[in-house]
Structure formats: structure tokens, C-alpha cells
T-cell receptor, first 110, second 119 residues
Framework: EDQVTQSPEALRLQEGESSSLNCSYT??????LFWYRQDPGKGPEFLFT???AGEEKEKERLKATLTKKESFLHITAPKPEDSATYLC???????????FGAGTTVTVRA | EAGVTQFPSHSVIEKGQTVTLRCDPI?????LYWYRRVMGKEIKFLLH????????ESGMPNNRFLAERTGGTYSTLKVQPAELEDSGVYFC?????????????????FGPGTRLTVT
């Protein structure tokens, strides 16, 4: 069974204090690794898809990277509006369902 | 473009009652998925439709749950009879049929969820 472990569970940052979130995964092959952002009371919002080791994607202050065993979501100079829960999910080959981690809740203080 | 919509946003029912959740996917998305998050746990897959056909039901917890997608448009998820452990947030997601890349993954777009409370 696919396993996704995210760390830390919670992260409190000062505005401008860069940090990284980790997503470790175990899957038989990897079709794709997904990062989502979720705000309280809302559904997950798609951020990135990573397909192969070495790949990187960027969006504003977020940068996602992928190795054969884990992915990192780097938040550079975060702002309070970056506060959210960040979810990682994997998709196995020949499969459609996503297997999610428990998420990292990021709080950025002004 | 309208996103995935779900109705109702909240539902509070008593144990033993029936509840029906509805999901309207993004227009043109033939793939439709149901997921659930129970308190303190990660989001878990329930099932997957391709148009009106059930492609994968491996995540459905038991036969009290019935999902339909008549006509390949919107979908309903019925829980009958509801039990206390069915409480949680039910998410619907949709994706296009063709992958973004030739050998790529299917990016799924989620609705806001329905929060179900069984008392």
C-alpha cells in the first residue's frame, strides 16, 4: 500500500523566514507527486505535479522538488497569506486515486 | 470556468438516517472521484467514476455507501443508514480524461467538501 509521510506536522514562521516541508513516500513506481494547499473550511487547491526525480516547479514563493524517495516544498520569504495546510499526495502507475499524507500546517506571523 | 461544486456544505443527521451528497464536476471532466477525511486522519480515496461507470470502488467502506453518476454528469453519494463513524468531510474531485503529459499524471481538482456530522 502506498504510504505518504509529511513532516513537520506544524510549522510556525515569522514573515520572511524561509523554510521547507518534507514529504516522504513509498509507492511502487510513481506516476506523479502532487502538492495541494488547503485553507480552513475549503477543499484542497492544486499547486504542483512532479513526475520524476530531479524535477522542480515554482509558483510565487513556493518551490517543489522531487527525489526518488521524497519531495520538498520550499517556502521563500513567506507572507501571512501563505498560512495554510500543505498536502502531499502520490499516484501510482496505472492508477487514478491519490494517496495523501496528513499535511503540514504552516502559520506565518506578521 | 466554474470549479467543482458540492451540496450541501454541511449536514447534521441522526444515526440511522439517510443523507445524500451531491457533486458537480468541472465541465468536460469525465473522471470524478470521492474522498473522505475523518477527524484526525488523512484524506482517503473512496471511489472513481469514468463518465457513468464505476472504475474503482476499492475505498468504499461498506455497503451502506452508494455512489451514482447517472448520465455521466453530476454524482451523488448516499449513506444509508448513517453511523457515527461516517462523520467527516466528504470531498469530490474531477479531472480530465487525457493526461496533461503523454505519460503524465491526472491532476485532480477538488470541491469545497461536505461536512457530515452524525449524532
Amino acid at each position: 500500500e502506498d504510504q505518504v509521510t509529511q513532516s513537520p506536522e506544524a510549522l510556525r514562521l515569522q514573515e520572511g523566514e524561509s523554510s521547507s516541508l518534507n514529504c516522504s513516500y513509498t509507492v511502487s513506481g510513481l506516476r506523479g507527486l502532487f502538492w495541494y494547499r488547503q485553507d480552513p473550511g475549503k477543499g484542497p487547491e492544486f499547486l504542483f505535479t512532479l513526475y520524476s526525480a530531479g524535477e522542480e516547479k515554482e509558483k510565487e514563493r513556493l518551490k517543489a522538488t522531487l527525489t526518488k524517495k521524497e519531495s520538498f516544498l520550499h517556502i521563500t520569504a513567506p507572507k501571512p497569506e501563505d498560512s495554510a495546510t500543505y498536502l502531499c499526495a502520490v499516484q501510482a502507475p496505472n492508477d487514478y486515486k491519490l494517496s495523501f499524507g496528513a499535511g503540514t500546517t504552516v502559520t506565518v506571523r506578521a | 470556468e466554474a470549479g467543482v461544486t458540492q451540496f450541501p456544505s454541511h449536514s447534521v443527521i441522526e444515526k440511522g438516517q439517510t443523507v445524500t451528497l451531491r457533486c458537480d464536476p468541472i465541465s468536460g471532466h469525465d473522471n470524478l472521484y470521492w474522498y473522505r477525511r475523518v477527524m484526525g486522519k488523512e484524506i482517503k480515496f473512496l471511489l472513481h467514476f469514468v463518465k457513468e461507470s464505476k472504475q474503482d470502488e476499492s475505498g468504499m467502506p461498506n455497503n451502506r455507501f452508494l455512489a451514482e453518476r447517472t448520465g455521466g454528469t453530476y454524482s451523488t453519494l448516499k449513506v444509508q443508514p448513517a453511523e457515527l463513524e461516517d462523520s467527516g468531510v466528504y470531498f469530490c474531485a474531477s479531472s480530465q480524461v487525457k493526461p496533461h503529459r503523454l505519460a503524465g499524471a491526472y491532476e485532480q481538482y477538488f470541491g469545497p467538501g461536505t461536512r457530515l456530522t452524525v449524532t
